[in-house]
C-alpha cells in the first residue's frame, strides 16, 4: 500500500539524514530522536487513512506509539505506561487481531496491509495489471492462482517485520527484483521459458522480512 510505503520510506530517510548531520555537527539529534514514537502513531494513523476505514490493528499501532511517546518525553510517572501497552495488545489479541481470516477481492485495486495478525487474500481480477500487498509485523498472502494476466502486470510486496506470500498459476513468468535490508525474498515457482507466458513482476521490499512467490501455499 502506497502510503504506508512512503511513511516508512519518509520515516528512514529523515532518520538517516538526523543522523547524518549530527555527525558533521550541523544539528544535535538527540533531542530530535526522542520524538521517534510519532513515526509510531503515523504508521498507525496512515494504514487507517490507506484502508479508508478504523480498524483494531491500526488502532492499537497508534495507541502504542502514543503510549511510548508520553514515556520518553516524561509526561507521566509511576511506571503506568508499560501496564496500558500490555493492557492494549492483550486486548487487541482477545478481540481476534491474530487470527487469520480470507477475503476474496474482484477489483486489483483492493489491496491488503496487515499489521499485528495475518490475512489472505484472493484476488481474481479478469486483467490484472497491478496489487499491492503490505505486512507489518504480521503475515499477508496474496492469492492471484484466479486471476488473469493479458500481458504483463505487477505486484509491490512489502514485508516490514513480517512475511508476505504471493501465489501465482504454475503458467506465469516471474521476475522477482527489490530491496532486501536485513530481510529477502525467494522464487519457488515453476520456472517457464515460454516468452510468450504472462509475466509478473514482482518488486519486493524486505525490512526485516522476506516474500516469497510460490505456486502452491507452504
Known sequence: MKPVRMWIGLVLVALGLAGVLDALDVLDAGDLLAWWPLAVVGLGVVTIIAQR??????????????????????WASGGLWWPVVLV???????????RHHTTDHQDAGETPVVLFGGTKVRNRSEHLTHAEVSAVFGGATLDLRGAHIDREATVDALALFGGVQVLVPEGWRVALGG?????????????????DAPLLRVNAT???GGVDVRNEPK
Open 88 to 98: 492494549l495488545v492483550g486486548g487487541a489479541i482477545l478481540a481476534g487481531l491474530l
Open 206 to 208: 524486505a525490512l526485516f
Open 53 to 74: 476505514h478504523v480498524s483494531l490493528g491500526p488502532v492499537v499501532v497508534a495507541a502504542i506509539g502514543l503510549v511510548l511517546l508520553a514515556d520518553t518525553r516524561d
Open 179 to 195: 530491496l532486501p535490508v536485513f530481510g529477502g525474498y525467494d522464487d519457488n515457482t515453476t520456472q517457464h521459458t515460454d516468452p
